[in-house]
């Protein structure tokens, strides 16, 4: 029997559950178990996600669970996951990704663009402010905490007129309703990892040849050349860097990104990488985007 660690909220159980599932398909399938762990994340509501101390704080008690043997694999939004993997754990499966965009939601499913100047829109990403600001610099761009349907009673209950959460999220809980896309490339460009599920386990796991099985090759590579840009620039899950990499039909990888440093200005850089796995596939984009060093 497997047993497969997760944060309570509703979004990470059925993330959780899409693992197993997952398992459930393979030709020896094994029994797993899910298994609640609070995240630090969880435990400080409170605490402004804009602390540099909060990198990892959704995911820095399951690998401490995993690594002491509690659990046999970890399920993490891999958008959570620190920059740095611990010493003697690694990732053997990423799912294939969901939709990775974000989306706003509004009262009455008023365009976004349309609101009112001075209208409040509810975000805790540095990343997503950045962008939206230089679309929208009238709006009140205002922090909030809380899990996906947490924010959308912001909405209903008229604290906030809108909100930005992920597409993935929203699918995952069967929640899109009217939510309003955001574009990735000239908008609102997404955090690295965002839409897809990693499965981290021990190195030397005796699960590692069943969890490699659910591994999906494309996710994989867009996925871990998204964290080796966010990692050239400096930064963890609270930077204010989107990354995406998409296939491309003509072959190789179309890289989107953009940055504000300091919460000041905003890039955007694009490239076609013919092999994202190349050590230096990404170091023109990065330098161009005003990676330190």
């Known amino acids: 029997m497997i047993v497969l660690g997760t944060r309570g909220s509703q979004l990470a ?39 540099p101390q909060v990198d990892g704080w959704f995911t820095s008690r399951l690998q401490q669970e995993l690594a002491a043997g509690s659990i046999d694999a970890a399920v993490h939004s891999a958008k959570d996951l620190p920059t740095a993997t611990p010493m003697g754990l690694t990732v053997p499966a990423y799912l294939e990704r969901a939709d990775p965009r974000d989306m706003v ?6 365009p976004w663009l349309e609101l009112a100047p001075g209208c409040r829109l509810g975000t805790s990403s540095p990343r997503r402010t950045a962008q939206l600001e230089a679309v929208r610099a009238d709006l009140n761009f205002c922090r909030v905490r809380g899990n996906v349907p947490t924010r959308l009673r912001l909405v209903d209950q008229g604290e906030v007129d809108g909100v930005v959460v992920a597409a993935a999220g929203l699918l995952r809980l ?21 839409g897809a599920i990693a499965v981290e386990a021990r190195a030397d796991s005796g699960w590692l040849e069943v969890l490699a099985a659910l591994d999906h090759l494309p996710t994989r590579i867009a996925v871990e050349a998204e964290r080796r840009l966010l990692r050239r620039m400096g930064g963890g899950c609270q930077l204010a860097l989107g990354a995406l990499a998409e296939p491309v039909s003509a072959g190789g990888w179309l890289v989107s990104a953009a940055y504000s440093a300091g919460g000041v200005g905003l890039r955007r850089e694009a490239a076609v990488i013919p092999d994202l796995t190349s050590r230096h596939a990404l170091d023109d984009l990065a330098r161009r985007l005003g990676a330190p060093g």
């Open 174 to 194: 069967g929640l899109l309703g009217e939510a309003q896309p955001l574009d990735p490339h000239s908008v609102c460009t997404p955090a690295a990892g965002q």
């Open 13 to 51: 159980l059925v993330q959780a559950n899409l693992v197993v599932a997952a398992l459930r398909r393979l030709p020896s399938a094994p029994e797993a178990v899910v298994r609640v762990v609070h995240s630090d994340g969880d435990l400080n509501p409170e605490a402004s996600l804009t602390d």
């Open 105 to 110: 939601i509004t009262r009455a499913g008023v």
